[in-house]
């Protein structure tokens, strides 16, 4: 069974830099091509994908935040870390993170965390 | 940049009515890499329809996916009390990479 939780600060200021981290369980990124990715959701609005890594280490990013974002793996604590810097209120969102199954699933998300609720304000 | 839209943006149904969700992209869905997302107030976005037309696991046969390249559509043949939700669909392979629709939000009527 796969699951996901997400961790991290739940209030960060404006122009700090926000860290958040996916720690899984049920496959791993040694013996698995899949991958984990970052998805939000600002209050009331609908889901935006962020980043993605891959077991490969392969990674991408959504074109509009990939100056501010970061997505790095540790396979052998079975964590993914994402980092977004320079924050904003309108940064304010649900995190998600979420295990891509690649081809087996055709690359969607099929199991996602419950989410993390980050706000920005000073 | 590709962009999915979902219409209609609200739908009311009564439960035992039949539901019909469309998702149109503005270019072509690569090997038609959409999926189909639920999402009840408060939770994470639940998997339904992945490939455009695959039943995730455990997702009931009332729930069906169909199209290709730009007009997809989710079914729900027989709405349960259960089934009124928020519903995104997702494509993957063009630039971004994954990008979500805005969203039909399905009410009792």
Request: proline residues 6%; glycine residues 8%; aromatic residues 10%.
């Amino acid at each position: 069974q796969i699951t996901l939780e997400e961790s991290g600060p739940t209030l960060v200021k404006p122009t700090q830099t926000l860290t958040l981290t996916c720690t899984f369980s049920g496959f791993s990124f040694s013996n698995s091509a899949v991958g984990v990715g970052w998805s939000r959701q600002p209050p009331g609005k609908a889901l935006e994908w962020l980043a993605l890594i891959y077991w490969d280490d392969k990674k991408h990013y959504r074109p509009s935040l990939e100056s501010r974002l970061t997505i790095t793996k540790d396979t052998s604590k079975n964590q993914v870390v994402l980092t977004m810097t320079n924050m904003d209120p309108v940064d304010t969102a649900t995190y998600y993170c979420a295990h891509n199954g690649g081809w087996f699933s055709r690359y969607s998300m099929d199991v996602w965390g419950h989410g993390t609720t980050v706000t920005v304000s000073s | 940049e590709i962009v999915l839209t979902q219409s209609p943006g609200t739908l009311s149904l009564s439960p035992g009515d039949r539901a019909t969700l469309s998702c149109r992209a503005s270019q072509t869905v690569s090997s038609n890499y959409l999926a189909w997302y639920q999402q009840k107030p408060g939770q994470a976005p639940r998997l339904l329809i992945f490939g455009a037309s695959s039943r995730a696991a455990g997702i009931p046969d009332r729930f069906s996916g169909s199209g290709s390249m730009t007009d997809f559509t989710l079914t729900i043949s027989r709405l349960e009390p259960d089934d009124f939700a928020v519903y995104y669909c997702q494509q993957y392979g063009s630039s971004p990479l994954i990008s979500f629709g805005q969203g039909t939000r399905l009410e009792s009527k």
